[in-house]
């Protein structure tokens, strides 16, 4: 079985990886010359858009998947012209722009914050008066990790705000004070069979996630499930699909979806019986998924800007190291770091010696 990849970030590269063992072999199409993913897959250089490299990768896999959001859907939808494409290419049509996203979210009846389109700096003081402040202006397409967005906490933030994003097309959306930050990551498989991880609790900084918390008989979950189950079926879904909420008292509010593997989930290679990826890979190529049954406890740290000495990660008891191999650079997730135990306590401690790590901290 041949799995063709589209993006060979991080997650191509673990994607490859929890292929091998089973025979499922990887080809990953990128276009730079230092593809993380380069070292653990074959790899076709290249544009996302270069049609010729898209028919010989077409010819050369049974199924074909992505890892990143912004492949352009023409190349997806001339590949799905020749070999199955999953997920489907209407859920990443979907996450490409927040406004349609969200739009899905509320047919489906999914929880959300309060919204409104804006395309000019008028319709952002209209919005701004029905949605009030604080908010957060969004831009429609190409945002990520906390890029492409601006937090309006009073009116005098209003005045130039739609052009200072860029003057693009963005929304305006109502400022949660969450609790917390919660991912649900699901799987869908060819026949429908949908399995969940155990919920995941996040921490960001700098729009960046730094730290990762399964949590186990969360008491939000059944909520999560229920929203990822109306877009699996809703999309007749194939992969993994991560749904990210944010938490208000017994409520989730969906902030937005990841048609693939996700960051947050991370922590599944050593703490759920089968991993994020190995279960991507199972479902993309029609074989039934495995459990999804939490081992333990886990928290996971990204590594962002320059790994920490493998020594100094070694001194943490239980510490699973993830070196992505690519080159230090500001704000770049470089690796990460997971632990997995069983005893509460040492849970605590293990998370304060993983932010340690961090040179920002994350707590
Ligand atoms: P996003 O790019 O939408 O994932 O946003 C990145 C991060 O910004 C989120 O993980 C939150 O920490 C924060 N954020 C985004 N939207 C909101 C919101 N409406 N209210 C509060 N915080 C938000």
């Known amino acids: 079985m041949v799995v063709g990849i589209l993006g060979g970030g991080q997650l191509a590269r673990m994607l490859a990886l929890a292929g091998h063992p089973m025979g499922i072999r990887c080809v990953v199409l990128d276009p730079a010359d230092d593809a993380c993913s380069a070292p653990v897959a074959r790899h076709l250089h290249g544009a996302f858009d270069d049609r010729r490299l898209l028919d010989e990768l077409a010819d050369m896999v049974d199924v074909i998947t ?86 309006l906490k009073e009116a005098a933030d209003v005045s130039g705000a739609w052009e200072q994003l860029g003057g693009v097309p963005a929304i305006l959306e109502a400022f949660v004070p969450f609790d917390r930050e919660v991912s649900g990551i699901v799987v869908r498989s060819t026949d429908g069979e949908i399995s969940a991880w155990s919920l995941t609790e996040n921490r960001h900084g700098d729009g960046i996630l730094k730290l990762a918390t399964s949590r186990p008989h969360d008491p939000v979950k059944p909520i999560a499930l229920d929203f990822a189950t109306r877009l699996l079926e809703h999309l007749d879904y194939v992969g993994v699909l991560a749904l990210e909420c944010f938490q208000l008292g017994d409520r989730l509010l969906a902030n937005e979806f990841a048609p693939r593997v996700h960051n947050s989930g991370h922590w599944t290679i050593e703490g759920a019986e089968t991993s994020q990826f190995e279960n991507h890979l199972r479902a993309v190529t029609g ?61 605590q401690r293990a998370t304060a010696d993983l932010c340690d790590l961090q040179k920002s901290g994350c707590r």
């Open 66 to 151: 992505y890892e990143f959001e912004n492949v352009p859907l023409e190349s997806l939808r001339y590949l799905s012209s020749k070999v199955p494409v999953y997920p489907p290419v209407a859920a990443l049509e979907a996450t490409q722009d927040r406004l349609d996203e969200k739009n899905l979210f509320r047919d489906l009846g999914i929880d959300t914050p309060d919204f409104l389109p804006v395309s000019s700096q008028e319709e952002l003081e209209s919005a701004v008066n029905r949605i009030g402040l604080p908010s957060v202006l969004k831009t429609r397409r190409m945002g990520y990790d906390g890029k492409g967005q601006i937090v």
């Open 287 to 347: 074989l039934m998924t495995g459990s999804t049954e939490p081992l333990e406890q886990s928290v996971m740290i990204n590594c962002i800007g320059e790994m920490p000495p493998l020594s100094r990660v070694m001194k943490i008891r239980g510490a699973h190291m993830h070196d992505y191999g690519k080159e230090p650079r500001s704000g770049r997730k470089v690796g990460h770091i997971t632990v997995r135990t069983a005893d509460p306590e040492y849970l």
